[in-house]
Structures are given as structure tokens and as C-alpha cells.
């Protein structure tokens, strides 16, 4: 928020706008701008001057926190503390109307790509039915139905930001995911695959050792390094734990926006036209090649900025 006021320089009265923000550590910043009048404040290039020194002020925090290298370079970093204003911005200018409609546009779109990543047969019009006008399509698998119905509770906490990397909320969101497909609630009790993968998932009997172990890390980590590298190596972690006996997949992604929201970006959508993509980047991370997998993300991250969210408002 701007606000004005008068600062006393050598006997002389100065009127400046003022705009504070938080800085990612926690830390107010103020900037402030000398104007001619009150009425200026309002002006749209004063706003869009703070707007830039605030993106300015992320860009430098996060090059001095994180060192650039062959992945996330100096520009790469800088975009994506641009998205991460820009985001804000958008959403903070948006009526409650327009946020819920966008919210609802993208669980739509983020629930068909997820679903049909792993498989699912529903159409993009099918999912709009189901979550827009709770229409099930005639002559549909009732599983499929019901997975696509339950990713819109899973996204109505996900945008409360009432999930959490905690194993109480990472088990919750599977059973809300799962309900009423069969499915077994809570962590496996047989063994299990990674799709187009060649590693081997955690046995049973040390899935919960394993699960405490990467909660224990990302906990550490958080605030140690890039939110990018951070959601990288979770989501693969995660994925190769495969703690559920299914829905390891839809979780996982669900898992993912939670990272990028508790670090102030926006969330992403994987398509299934990148399916072999992010299943190959994820083969590649076992590997010990984590770089495929960090610049697949990076990608979706400014691709679904640009081509979801930005569209939207290009429309408004």
C-alpha cells in the first residue's frame, strides 16, 4: 500500500509517497518518492515505480541468498522474483468474484492435465462439467469421476494454504484424492512401481522412516536453498518414496503448489502433452542428473504464469 507524507529537510517540508513491503527473510523494506502533490500518489506511474523497486529489492535479495549457476543463472533468478511480484500484483487487484473464477479456472485445467498425466480418460469439457457444474458425464468410469471431483477439495485447502509439508497433511490429501475410489487409505502395506521409471520404490516397511527422513530435510532446507531447487528435489523425493499404495502422482503435484505457495509463487500445471518429459526428468533425477528435472520446473513455472494467469487478465 502507498501512503503519503511530509519530511522536514533543512527547515523546508517535502511531501514523499511511501511504500513498504516484506522482504522473503522477514524484513520490512521501505521505499519512498518525492511528489509534487497529493493527488500524484495516485497516479499510475508512481505506482508502477514501486512496483519495480519492490521486484528490484526480491531480484537482489535472492541473488545474494542464492548463487547463480548453469541452471539458475542471474536471469533466471530475476524472473522468477519478477513472476513472484507479478503474481502478487495481479491477485491483489483482482475483485473476490474474479479471484474465485480464476482459482476455479485453474483447478479445472490443473485436475485434467494431472488426471490424464496418469492415465485418467476424462475429457477437459468432462472436467468442467463434473467441477463446474457437478454433472457427471453419461457412460463415464465412476473412479475417474470421482478422482477428478475429489481434486477440487484437495485445491480448496491447497488455496487456503492449509497444506502443509507435515505427514499429517501429506496423508490428507491423498485420502481426499482417493475417497471413494478403492483406493487404501494411508501408507502402503504391499509394494509398488514408478511409472516409466527404473527405480526401485521404498519397501513397505520403511516408507514411514523414509517419509520422516525428507519432512526432517525439507525443513532444513527450506530456508537454505532456491525455492526451485527446494520443490525439485521434494517432488522426486517424494515420487520415488511412492509411500501410497496409488495416487502417488496427483499427490505429489498437489504437494509441489504447496511448496511454491509457502515461498510466494504462483502454481504450476503439467501438462500431459509433457508427460515423457517430466517422467524422463524425474528417471533423470535418479540418475543423479537433478539439473533436467530443476529446468522442467523452472519452465512450467514461467509457462504457466505466462499462458494461464496472464492470459486471464489479458481477458478481463
Known amino acids: 500500500m502507498v501512503s503519503v507524507k511530509y519530511k522536514t529537510i533543512n527547515g523546508k517540508k517535502y511531501l514523499y509517497a511511501e511504500h513498504s513491503f516484506r522482504l522473503p527473510n522477514g524484513k520490512i523494506k521501505k521505499i519512498s518518492k518525492l511528489i509534487q502533490n497529493k493527488e500524484e500518489e495516485k497516479n499510475r ?9 519492490q521486484m528490484e529489492s526480491y531480484q537482489d535479495y535472492a541473488l545474494e541468498t542464492y548463487k547463480p549457476d548453469s541452471i539458475l543463472n542471474e536471469e533466471q533468478i530475476k524472473k522468477l522474483e519478477q513472476i513472484k511480484v507479478e503474481y502478487k500484483e495481479i491477485m491483489k487487484s483482482f ?13 479445472v485445467n490443473f485436475t485434467y492435465e494431472s488426471n490424464a498425466i496418469e492415465g485418467n480418460s476424462l475429457t477437459l469439457k468432462d472436467v468442467t462439467l463434473i467441477l463446474g457444474e457437478n454433472v457427471v458425464p453419461k ?11 475429489n481434486t477440487r477439495e484437495a485445491h480448496e485447502l491447497l488455496f487456503k494454504n492449509k497444506v502443509k509439508i507435515n505427514i499429517k497433511d501429506i496423508i490428507n490429501i491423498h485420502s481426499i484424492l482417493v475417497k471413494d475410489t478403492g483406493v487404501q487409505l494411508g501408507f502402503k502395506k504391499l509394494p509398488n512401481y514408478l511409472l ?16 520422516n527422513k525428507l519432512i526432517l530435510w525439507y525443513k532444513a532446507s527450506k ?13 522426486a523425493r517424494f515420487e520415488s518414496i511412492h509411500p501410497f499404495d496409488d495416487g502417488n502422482g496427483r499427490t505429489g503435484r498437489i504437494l509441489l503448489n504447496a511448496i511454491l505457495f509457502e515461498h510466494n509463487y504462483p502454481p504450476l500445471i503439467i501438462r500431459k502433452t509433457a508427460r515423457i518429459a517430466y517422467f524422463s526428468s524425474l528417471e533423470a533425477f535418479d540418475k543423479g542428473y537433478k539439473n533436467k528435472l530443476e529446468r522442467f520446473l523452472l519452465d512450467k513455472i514461467k509457462d504457466t504464469f505466462e499462458k494461464f494467469f496472464k492470459i486471464y487478465v489479458k481477458y478481463l
Open 196 to 211: 516409466m521409471r527404473d527405480l526401485k520404490t521404498t519397501p513397505p516397511e520403511k516408507v514411514e522412516e523414509e517419509m
Open 223 to 235: 530456508n537454505k536453498i532456491h525455492p526451485l531447487r527446494l520443490v525439485s528435489e521434494f517432488h
Open 95 to 107: 475483485t473476490k468474484n474474479q479471484i474465485k473464477d480464476i482459482l476455479d479456472r485453474f483447478t
Open 45 to 53: 506511474g508512481i505506482k508502477d515505480y514501486f512496483l519495480k523497486k
Open 139 to 149: 457412460n463415464k468410469d465412476l473412479r475417474e469421476v470421482y478422482e477428478t471431483r
